[in-house]
């Protein structure tokens, strides 16, 4: 099928399968449809009206309900269950359920209880995710006491004595636990892995399968007495959402397949066609031109991992600049006099700032007296960078440190993203709920700026000359716009032929205002794998 399909969640004989899908890029209305296994034709289950939308679905062990976490415009999410037939839903949470990159829901053996997430309102974090378990019978909402703040993949073992989750101190520091169902204790079953994408268990409840990477990776197994002795399974790639059929021995799985490239647009003549010029059958973002508009720098996965990467203007002679070799390495920006590029990983599983030289040499780490520092950016004058700290505390705020490194300066105090210097030197542009803000450099003066509509995305802008270049949507159509700061009129500049990936990491200008780069979706799909005599 093409597009997207998500959440693999097997019939209690395994015999059957239900899944989400939905074709069309740009509305992510996602229906619930199940197939019998070696028949083509799926059938649909839920016929919602536009807005409604499945984020995860699981079946009930008795065959009788699938429950599904299901979002609706405008009313927030809900855990209903629904006949595998079809039929009227019935709401059977009085909460909230959360999706935090992968399954949401999980059926006890004996089908008597529901585990799911929630994300409290008074929460003093909006990253929290928290772990509840209901009782079908007493229909009681217990939360499950876990010293995690971001809990994900919730599993009850086959056997009844385990329930499973992952717990992410940041984005690419994860653990999975196991919380006793008879004692209420936690152990931590493995630690320090880069993200977790998918877990499940083996059908006798003595193993634990998972897929590293939030965003997909490798399948690994791991036995429960030992899980030091983990592998690496001889199959799957960029797989994400686990399912087994304890009874039918079937492991199923989503593969991704996401090609996003860096395009250029002729800004002298914007209705040219644009052209693409960072390219690879991977994943590339983050593009920033070098002050001399002769290199682009950026991130890119096409090694296996996400890594930074330049290359001269037209996308030849590719240079690796990092080797980290984890999820989370990227957000390139160029130093004044082109001799350097800063950038963001979380090697080690906390995020730091580094420097390297663009001849090629070991990236060193900025030293700031401040933990957690991402999104860096530089002054004009190279004197200072720009940076945000409290991602993963869910409390970003905008700070400054000697580009040699030293003592930072906070500048925001709220919420706030992707620090950029205005060309005038005198602000720091940022974004706050989609909004664009500016601050001095002395961190006075915070004011939100007049007139600029909201944009697409959190990070996907960039100001030069008098305005900001923006991503928009227009009509349900990604749209490149421009902002006049002066006129505070909005100037559409370019309809992408594609969708923008879920992180695009900025628009770059090129010194001389000719050229706009962004990076572009083309082609984000997915589909269901199966294994067979999975034990």
């Not at 309900?65 to 009227?88: D, E, K």
């Not at 709220?414 to 940022?430: A, L």
């Not at 490149?480 to 628009?507: C, E, S, W, Y």
């Amino acid at each position: 099928m093409p597009g997207h399909v998500r959440s693999p969640s097997f019939s209690p004989d395994g015999s059957q399968i239900a899944f989400t899908w939905h074709d069309d890029t740009y509305a992510p209305a996602l229906d619930l449809y199940a197939k019998v296994i070696g028949n083509d034709k799926p059938e649909r289950v839920t016929h919602w009206p536009d807005g409604f939308y499945a984020l995860w679905a699981a079946w009930s062990p008795d065959g009788k309900n699938i429950a599904i976490c299901r979002g609706a415009r405008g009313v927030g999410t809900a855990v209903v269950l629904i006949s595998p037939l079809g039929g009227t839903e019935r709401k059977v949470s009085t909460m909230d359920c959360t999706v935090h990159y992968g399954s949401a829901l999980s059926w006890s053996a004996d089908g008597k209880k529901l585990a799911f997430l929630h994300h409290p309102a008074d929460s003093p974090s909006a990253n929290e995710v928290r772990l509840y378990v209901l009782s079908l019978e007493s229909m009681e909402e217990v939360p499950i006491k876990t010293d995690c703040k971001v809990v994900s993949e919730p599993a009850f073992s086959p056997r009844g004595d385990y329930l499973a989750y992952s717990c992410s101190e940041n984005m690419s520091a994860v653990s999975i636990y196991l919380h006793n169902l008879t004692n209420g204790g936690e152990t931590q079953f493995l630690r320090g892995l880069d993200g977790v994408g998918g877990l499940a268990w083996s059908s006798d409840g003595r193993r634990i399968v998972f897929s590293t990477g939030i965003f997909g990776g490798e399948l690994w197994e791991a036995p429960l007495d030992s899980p030091n002795r983990r592998e690496k399974l001889p199959f799957g790639h960029d797989v994400k959402e686990l399912a087994v059929s304890f009874t039918g021995h079937r492991l199923a799985f989503r593969q991704m397949r996401v090609n996003t490239n860096i395009w250029r647009l002729d800004l002298a003549r914007s209705q040219d066609p644009v052209q693409k010029v960072v390219v690879s059958s991977r994943e590339q973002h983050a593009p920033s031109y070098s002050p001399d508009g002769t290199q682009i720098a950026f991130e890119s996965n096409r090694s296996g991992s996400q890594e930074v990467w330049i290359s001269d203007a037209d996308g030849s002679n590719v240079v690796q600049l990092s080797s980290f070799g984890i999820t989370f390495t990227g957000s390139p920006r160029w130093s004044p006099d082109g001799k350097f590029v800063a950038f963001d990983s979380r090697a080690g599983g906390e995020a730091n700032l580094y420097i390297v030289d663009k001849r090629g040499s070991v990236p060193t780490k900025l030293s700031v007296d401040l933990h957690g520092n991402n999104e860096p950016s530089w002054s004009h004058d190279g004197n200072w960078i720009y940076f945000l700290n409290g991602s993963d505390s869910g409390h970003p705020a905008i700070w400054k440190v000697p580009s040699k490194g030293g003592h930072a300066i906070q500048l925001t105090k709220n919420t706030s993203w992707w620090p950029i210097e205005s060309p005038d030197g005198q602000h720091v542009y940022f974004s706050r709920d989609n909004y664009m803000w500016r601050v001095r450099t002395d961190g006075t003066q915070e004011q939100q700026v007049q007139g600029m509509p909201q944009m697409a995305y959190w990070e996907a802008w960039t100001p030069f000359g008098g305005g900001i270049y923006f991503l928009a949507n227009a009509d349900g159509k990604d749209e490149i716009d421009f902002f006049d700061l002066n006129t505070k009129q909005v100037r559409p500049i370019h309809v992408m032929g594609k969708p923008a990936p879920n992180f695009m990491g900025a628009l770059s200008v090129s010194s001389d205002g000719r050229w706009l780069l962004f990076a572009q979706g083309d082609e984000f799909s997915s589909d269901l794998m199966m294994v067979e005599n999975w034990r």
